[in-house]
């Protein structure tokens, strides 16, 4: 009956795919797509072999040769090494990420804050970020390694190049991170707070176990982004002479007139880079598909 | 004595009054319904007698002191004054558990393993203890509701002051959520509950007040209001919500 029932129906192979197109579908996604990032890869590269200037360029800025010398340094003509040049910048952005978590949540739940008692803290925090997201980095760095030991002011104004690079990367970065933080604590539903307070908990204690922890799960990822910028931007404290993977980079091109060594550096950069950008695309599709998830 | 008690309570919005001379007073182990049409001031009741918003004019009175004394610590007072919402609330961050643990952690400031039974004990009332680990998102709405009437129990409160805590849930989750309710009224728990549910408020309360405007227009006993109705306002409320 089921049979007879069926064979009367429209056929349903009428929506299939043709035959031979069905054997190639499985695998279709995955094929073009190399063969389409191999062809691309394949026309960019190109252009350094046919342009006019090609085999120049090659040689100036792709020379293995001069990228490995650059990569190890080599003291006997004075060249410093890119590769622990890159460990200063590891260190700076390290420190200043801490920092900048510190002082950012500082400055934010100042400027949430409702509290009397607060309001100066909140004006000077609100003026801070103006401020500070205001001006360039480069000029901050500037006004930081060159105005804090021009003031000879003790240890103040006696520190090497890469603590001024440190101040100045938290002082930008703390006012950027600060807005980060303060758009979480205000994406937490108001419920929440009505909900903490009504079980008496205080305004710090709410803030501390109730709004804090979901908005900081929330701005992760923005975090994220800053830090990246953040490691990239490590790059300017070449400017105060600090010996870091750029400045070493600058150093080599300078002296053997090959700019392979900046192609060093930017290489570098990318390997701490990288990871970090990969895993926050990966965060933020992961909320993403939560969201939803949640919201069929 | 009266536990909860509200004085000629005046609140407004800008310029907008939203409770007009409120005055109602509950005593020990009796429930009172609030009843009225949407944006007729229960919430904002609710919320001021918990001082959650603060109050324009008139007296919140806990167990007879007052809480307009500069000297009384709003923190202290909503140890004492529970509230469940219409929207649960619980906090997605902590598990089922946590959220329990919460206010007799950090407002009551109790160690852990001490408040830890205890709220496992609440948990199993509830037919919840196996769920003590899982994160409210797990749960169903009428399982979170629960949950946040055990949450604000575990504060062993003098009153609890619930606002349309089933007018989010899904109508098969109500009942659960209205028994929970039942128990603890019959078990003598002192409630000021804002609540749609007609039949529900008729089983539990022992007072009814009708509120339109930001005005109490009639109260009584359930019989009083739904059985005999004296303002043509209830009864024209009462019409409208069969
Ligand atoms: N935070 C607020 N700011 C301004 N107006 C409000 C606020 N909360 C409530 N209202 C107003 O107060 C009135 C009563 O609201 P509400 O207490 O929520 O009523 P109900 O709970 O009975 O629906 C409404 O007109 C509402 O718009
Ligand atoms: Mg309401």
Redesign the interface.
């Known amino acids: 009956m089921t049979d007879s029932s069926e064979g009367t129906g429209p056929d349903p192979a009428r929506l299939y795919l043709p035959r031979r197109k069905v054997a190639f579908a499985g695998r279709r996604g995955t094929a073009v797509s190399a063969v389409s990032s191999v062809a691309v890869i394949a026309l960019l590269v190109s252009v350094f072999f046919w342009a006019p200037g090609g085999a120049n360029v090659r040689a100036t800025f792709f020379s293995f040769h001069d990228m490995w010398v650059a990569f190890r340094g080599d003291p006997s003509k004075g060249l410093l090494s890119v590769g622990s040049g890159l460990i200063t910048n590891i260190w700076m952005f390290l420190l200043s990420e801490v920092l900048v978590l510190a002082i950012g949540l500082l400055i934010a739940v100042a400027r949430v804050s409702r509290s009397p008692v607060l309001a100066p803290f909140r004006v000077l925090a609100t003026l801070y970020t103006d401020v500070f997201r205001g001006i360039p980095i480069l000029l901050v760095v500037y006004i930081i390694g060159f105005g804090l030991p021009a003031l000879s002011l003790g240890a103040i104004s006696s520190q090497s190049p890469a603590v001024y690079g440190v101040t100045a990367l938290t002082i930008s970065y703390s006012a950027y991170v600060a807005e980060v933080y303060r758009a979480g604590i205000n994406s937490v539903?108001h419920?929440?707070i009505?909900?903490?307070?009504?079980?008496?908990?205080?305004y710090a204690?709410t803030m501390r176990?109730?709004v804090l922890?979901?908005a900081v799960?929330t701005v992760i990822p923005p975090l994220l982004n800053d830090f990246i910028s953040m490691q990239k931007d490590t790059a300017l404290v070449s400017t105060l002479g600090a010996i870091e993977a750029t400045r070493a980079a600058q150093i080599y091109s300078s002296t053997v007139f090959n700019f392979s060594s900046y192609v060093v550096a930017a290489l570098l950069f990318l390997v701490l880079t990288v990871p970090l950008t990969r895993y926050t695309d990966h965060l933020i599709a992961r909320d993403r598909s939560r969201r939803l998830a949640?919201a069929s | 004595m009266s536990v909860l008690e509200l004085r000629h309570v005046e609140k407004r919005f800008g310029e907008h009054p939203v409770l007009r001379d409120v005055s109602l007073t509950l005593e020990a182990h009796r429930v009172a319904c609030l009843i009225g049409a949407s944006g007729s001031g229960k919430s904002t009741l609710l919320r001021c007698a918990n001082l959650l918003e603060p109050i324009d004019a008139g007296d919140v009175l806990l167990h007879g002191q007052s809480l307009s004394d500069p000297r009384v610590d709003p923190n202290l007072v909503r140890r004492e004054i529970a509230m469940v919402f219409q929207s649960f609330n619980l906090f997605p961050h902590l598990s089922v558990l946590d959220n329990v643990l919460l206010g007799p952690r950090y407002a009551l400031g109790r160690d852990r393993a001490e408040a830890e039974s205890e709220a496992r004990t609440l948990l199993a009332r509830i037919g919840l203890e196996s769920r003590a680990g899982d994160y409210p998102d797990r749960l169903s709405g009428g399982q979170q509701q629960r949950v946040a009437i055990v949450r604000s129990l575990a504060m062993r409160p003098s009153v609890l002051l619930l606002d349309e805590v089933t007018s989010a849930l899904d109508p098969t989750l109500v009942g659960e959520v209205l028994d929970l309710l039942r128990d603890l009224a019959t078990a003598g728990t002192t409630m000021l509950i804002a609540t749609h549910e007609m039949a529900f408020a008729r089983d539990v309360a022992s007072e009814v007040l009708f509120l339109e405007e930001g005005v109490i227009v009639e109260r009584g006993t359930p019989a009083q209001i739904f059985d005999d109705p004296q303002e043509p306002a209830t009864r024209a409320f009462l019409r409208r919500t069969e």
Do not use: F
């Open positions: 539903p419920g929440q009505l909900a903490a307070r009504s079980l008496g908990l205080t204690a176990r109730v922890p979901q799960r949640g």
